[in-house]
């Protein structure tokens, strides 16, 4: 089974609204780290916001905010206030604590941001 | 902190000939380094872990001696790949690990893209 599933390849937002990337997880481990990744067309990775397990409150980072849901085993991006620069991939990737080493990525998400 | 460089940022080379590629973390010390290859419009697919003076890692397909992995010391590891073909053209994005303020965080590279002709 796919440890980290996006289902959107692609989406479109306009300027200066928000928009969510959606990113489900699959484990059995109860400690586990949730990431989310923007990569632009140079190919960097930038890590832009993190979710602990154990964490009883949803991350937030600015403009990013991860609508952690641990029952549904989803952790979703939401982007605040889209900028042109916020034209990306995005990738959500997990950490298990019995592998802490070894990051499971998803296929990224695509986010085109229109004026 | 936690800078992760990557040389060189781009090469191209002749099929049949070899590359090496070097990671190095600037401003920490890594005792794992891990390899990725990404294609064009997918995800990183990790190639293998290297942790500083033992044999690194591999994981399932990826061939070893196709792929070398050299983890000399803390702070640096390459990527040799032999005999390149076409089909090894990639970007290949190394990250380091290092304790940080969410546990063991993975510090990425700026990626490599290769070229074989």
């Known amino acids: 089974a796919q440890k980290i599933t996006q289902t959107q390849p692609g989406m479109f937002v306009q300027e200066k609204e928000a928009v969510t990337l959606d990113c489900t997880y699959d484990?059995?481990?109860?400690?586990?780290?949730l990431f989310w990744y923007k990569q632009p067309s140079s190919g960097e990775m930038i890590f832009l916001i993190y979710?602990?397990?154990?964490?009883?409150q949803n991350a937030t980072e600015g403009r990013y905010s991860l609508n952690f849901q641990k029952a549904r085993k989803s952790a979703n991006l939401v982007i605040s206030a889209s900028q042109l620069g916020d034209s990306a991939m995005y990738f959500c990737?997990?950490?298990?604590?019995?592998?802490?080493?070894?990051?499971?990525f998803g296929s990224g998400t695509k986010l085109n941001v229109k004026p | 902190g936690a800078v992760v460089s990557q040389h060189p940022s781009w090469v191209i080379c002749k099929s049949g000939t070899s590359v090496k590629i070097e990671c190095r973390s600037l401003?920490?010390?890594?005792?794992?380094m891990f390899w990725y290859r990404q294609f064009p419009k997918q995800s990183l697919m990790l190639m293998a872990t290297?942790?500083?003076?033992?044999?690194?890692?591999?994981e399932q397909g990826v061939e070893k001696d196709k792929f070398l992995i050299n983890h000399a010391s803390l702070t640096l590891s390459t990527l040799t790949v032999t005999s390149a073909h076409p089909e090894d053209s990639s970007f290949y994005i190394c990250?380091?690990?290092?304790?940080?303020?969410?546990?063991?965080?993975?510090?990425f590279g700026p990626g490599t893209r290769l070229t074989v002709t």
């Open positions: 484990t059995s481990d109860p400690s586990y780290g």
């Open positions: 401003d920490f010390q890594a005792t794992t």
């Open positions: 979710q602990g397990s154990y964490d009883q």
């Open positions: 290297s942790n500083e003076g033992s044999k690194a890692t591999y």
């Open positions: 990737a997990m950490r298990e604590a019995r592998n802490f080493n070894k990051f499971y």
């Open positions: 990250s380091a690990s290092s304790r940080g303020h969410t546990g063991y965080e993975q510090y």
